[in-house]
C-alpha cells in the first residue's frame, strides 16, 4: 500500500515534469511524446464512452466536480470554447469526479447549459490514470492519441491569446 502510495507520487512528479507548464497560452507543445491513457466512461446518457472514439481529433479532456469552485468558474468559457470550435475538429470532454454521479452532475448541466460530452467517473479510476492530483486538471490530446498538453488549475478557456493558439492548432490539421 505505501508502495503504491509512492509509485503514484512518482508518476504524477514525472507526468508534472514532462509535460507542460502553461506558458503565454493555456497550452505549448511538449518534446516528449506521451500517449493518453485510454478510458471508457459512462456519458450522462448511459452510454459509454470510449477515448479511442474520438481518434483524428483534437480532445480536450477536463477533469473537474461540480463542488470545485475553480472548475465551476471555469465551465462558462469551457462551453464558449466548445461553440466556437466544435465544428473544427476538436471535442470538448469533461469527466465528473462527483461521487454521487449523475444526481448531481444533471442538475449543474442543465442550470449551465452546458452541451459538450461529460463522463461519470464517480470511483476516480480515469483520473488516477490520468494521475490527476487537482482539480480542475485538463490535457490536450492530438488526433493520434498523444498528449500533447496539460492545465493545472483552472483557466479562461476564451482569453485571445487560448482562443489564437486552438485557431492556429486546428488550422493545421
Not at 469527466?95 to 452541451?115: E, H, Q, T
Amino acid at each position: 500500500m505505501i508502495m503504491n502510495f509512492f509509485r503514484k507520487t512518482l508518476c504524477v512528479f514525472v507526468a508534472v515534469f514532462f509535460l507542460l507548464v502553461p506558458l503565454s497560452s493555456a497550452f505549448a507543445e511538449q518534446q516528449e511524446e506521451v500517449w493518453a491513457p485510454d478510458l471508457s466512461l459512462n456519458a450522462l446518457d448511459g452510454r459509454e464512452v470510449s477515448l479511442q472514439q474520438y481518434r483524428g481529433k483534437y480532445v480536450l479532456l477536463n477533469f473537474w466536480a461540480t463542488w470545485c469552485g475553480p472548475c465551476k468558474m471555469e465551465m462558462p468559457s469551457l462551453e464558449r470554447l466548445h461553440q466556437r470550435f466544435k465544428s473544427k475538429n476538436l471535442e470538448v470532454v469533461a469527466v465528473s469526479n462527483d461521487m454521487f454521479g449523475a444526481r448531481v452532475v444533471v442538475p449543474y448541466i442543465k442550470a449551465n447549459r452546458l452541451s459538450f460530452t461529460i463522463l461519470l467517473d464517480q470511483k476516480m479510476r480515469a483520473s488516477s490514470d490520468y494521475g490527476v492530483v487537482s482539480l480542475p486538471t485538463t490535457y490536450l490530446i492530438d488526433p493520434q492519441g498523444r498528449i500533447i498538453g496539460a492545465l493545472y488549475g483552472a483557466e479562461n478557456w476564451d482569453e485571445p491569446s487560448t482562443l489564437k493558439y486552438f485557431e492556429e492548432l486546428l488550422a493545421r490539421s
